[in-house]
């Protein structure tokens, strides 16, 4: 195969679509990536050594084995003593979905009741070690922040302080556009993102806009519970898909017997077990999707946050139109009180949901957003990340050190490649709830795995309860040294109820 003639084809296309230029061996890995999903390279194909490939090129062997290790992390190749052999990947070519259409009917959108979700839980409550889902906000470039929003602030025009345009403000949007393509591998253009204020936001969008009431949508089991809220505030018929080391497991009868019209999941770090969906289901998702005309709601839950390596190409970016709804928020990665998300629609919603964005949702906060978009093209949001990522790597280690100190064998850490939480099982013969009542007396929050469980249908359906019994551990805002306190402590709680 002409390598050369591959990469500068796609450099083309890339600098067409993209307006960036790629470095050597991005240019590699993605090109490959490409002509592999396409079908130009098949299955059982030897590449050509990174000695060789590197000498042939023109570039630094480390290009090579860079773009290869991401391949093999991916599952496009498996790394053999014969070499680098592409794997089997059914091409995910774009095809027409026979009902895969967003709901025209606005008027009736739009009386559709909207139910309050329930009210959370009162916080008289001190315990907030090792909680999850706030990033380490000590951590902040806060003076940075305040400078972009001064600054924003200073070019306000008078004629912005209205409503505005209620997808937000265009240069977030242009900005949101071209990060999510050179990060996530996300194929989209600014008129297709829509801000707003969170995930959960969004996912009332969704749950309202592309699905009916009593439709029936599959979400993760153990999974999301502000999704699961969601989806039935909507009135929806939920549906857990079980989730095992490779990602939510949908078996083939399921999509004949029982076809959603909505499918959420966590793909890139499950929430709450930390798994990575595997590319083969990847796939296999968008096929069935498009065969029975379901909408695929990607919440790229943590993704910028991997440890071990970079982050994973999102669903929506494996093959052109294909029928998923890319959520993501800066509630993590930056300080969750800022309330900036965003949605990204398939081309072919991008009407339709232009339309209800306009009568459901007020766009506020121009200041916040302009320094938002500042953020991010000047390149201090991608290095905020960089030292995150660094950071949260060093507290996770400790923390899992901390367990393995003074918890062996009463806990078990699963495998996590990044975000900013531990899942663990609870090997103790106590009950997760139990525990996690116990220790919120001693300032511990502990969010027991159990909670995000829910039983399934019947038997009928073949759907098996899920039971799993122990923690979500965040460790973002805590110092080795402090991890190692609490395990100290948490182990005390155990004991004692033992």
Known sequence: MDYALMMAAYERKARASASRRLTQQDLLYESLRRAILDGDIVCGTRLASSRTLAEELGIARNSVLYAYERLVEEGFVAATRHGSIVNHVKPAAAQPAARAEPRDDTAR???????????????????????????????????????????????????????????????????????????????????????????QTSLDLCARFFADAGERVWIENPGYTGARVTMQAAGLTLVPVPV??????????????????????????????????????RLALIEHARACGAWIIEDDYD?????????????????????????????????????????????????????????????????????????????????????????????????????EKHLAGLI??????????????????????DVSEAARAHGLALSPLSAFCLDGPDGRDGWEPVRYNGFLLGYAEATPEASDALMETLAGVLRAML
Do not use: N
Not at 249 to 258: K, L, M, N, P, S
Not at 412 to 433: E, F, I, N
């Open 412 to 433: 078990t850490v699963s495998a996590d490649a990044g975000g900013m939480h531990l899942s663990v099982r609870l090997d103790a013969p106590l009950a997760d709830v």
């Open 244 to 281: 095992d080391a490779a990602g939510m497991a949908a078996r083939e009868e399921d999509w004949r017997v029982a076809p959603p019209r909505l499918v959420y999941l966590t793909p890139s770090h499950q929430y709450p077990l930390g798994c990575v969906l595997s590319l083969e289901r």
């Open 303 to 403: 993704s910028e946050l991997r440890h071990d390596g970079p982050p994973l190409p999102s669903i929506q970016g494996l093959a052109d139109d294909t029928p998923v709804i890319y959520l993501g928020t800066f509630s993590k990665t930056l300080f969750p009180a800022l309330r900036i998300g965003f949605m990204v629609v398939p081309r072919q919603a991008v009407a339709q949901v232009a339309t209800a964005h306009r009568t459901l949702m007020r766009q506020g906060r121009v200041a916040e957003q302009a320094a938002l978009a500042d953020f991010i093209e000047s390149g201090r949001y991608a290095r905020h990340l960089r030292r995150m990522r660094k950071l949260y790597e060093t507290r996770r280690d400790g923390l899992v050190a901390a367990i």
């Open 109 to 199: 959108l739009l009386s559709r009741r909207v139910r309050e979700l329930p009210p959370r839980r009162a916080s008289g409550d001190a315990a907030t070690a090792l909680r999850p889902g706030t990033p380490a906000l000590d951590a902040f470039p806060l003076a940075q922040w305040r400078t972009a929003v001064e600054r924003a602030l200073r070019e306000v025009d008078a004629s912005e302080l209205g409503y505005g345009d209620s997808a937000g403000l265009p240069a977030l949007r242009h900005a949101i556009a071209q990060y999510v393509r050179v990060s996530r591998g996300v194929r989209c253009q600014p008129d297709q993102v829509f801000i707003t204020d969170g995930t």
